[in-house]
């Protein structure tokens, strides 16, 4: 799935994932492919990836918002 995690002064990844680990404010939630449409605040916490050449990556958030359809995630982050 496609992939793209920005904040307002920077592009944090931009590329294809297998895995998104999202802090929600209503919990931790994880979006794969084929994933249904979503759409979540963030809270402050640490957000995962695993893209698709196995690299596992991490960024430390302190809350956002995460949207998602038809394996197309965009994730805007402070």
Known sequence: MKVKITK???TLFDG???LVQLP???GL???MNNHAP???TLAKGTLRLIAN???ELTFEVRG???KGQQNDIL???Q
């Open 8 to 10: 307002p002064d920077a």
């Open 16 to 18: 294809e994932a297998k």
């Open 24 to 26: 929600g404010t209503a």
């Open 29 to 31: 939630f994880e979006i």
């Open 38 to 40: 979503i759409i979540s």
């Open 53 to 55: 050449d196995d690299r």
């Open 64 to 66: 956002g918002v995460a």
């Open 75 to 77: 994730i805007l982050v």
